[in-house]
């Protein structure tokens, strides 16, 4: 059973950086997809970024374009999720998801195992 595990969400000041982690257990990571959704109150959980475990294949949301980098480490089961210049938007619930397949999907329904959730909220 695959379970993910975020880490690292809290409080931020606008224009500042945050990192989080997401560790995956119970499955092969090297041949484990993660990506990171995101859902503000009132709004659809929305893709962020994905890095697939094929080596090269990663992707970013619309919205965060130039503001975050995904990154992972194999040795560690974990991905990581490095944001700057944050503003109040970016305020959200931040989601850890992992599949099997392969390309980085940007849809929730192409993840089946889920993290809790780690909130992040950005002050003005």
């Known amino acids: 059973q695959v379970q993910v595990l975020e880490s690292g969400g809290g409080l931020v000041q606008a224009g500042g950086s945050m990192r989080l982690s997401c560790t995956v257990s119970g499955g092969s990571f090297t041949s484990i997809t993660v990506a990171w959704f995101r859902q503000a109150p009132g709004k659809e959980r929305e893709f962020v970024a994905g890095?697939?475990?094929?080596?090269?294949?990663?992707a970013h949301g619309d919205s965060v374009m130039g503001r975050v980098t995904i990154s992972r480490d194999n040795a560690k089961n974990a991905v990581f999720l490095q944001m700057k210049s944050l503003n109040i938007e970016d305020t959200a619930v931040y989601y850890c998801a992992a599949t099997e397949i392969v390309a980085v999907h940007q849809t929730t329904d192409r993840y089946p195992y889920w993290g809790q959730g780690t909130q992040v909220t950005v002050s003005s």
């Open positions: 890095i697939s475990w094929f080596p090269g294949r990663h």
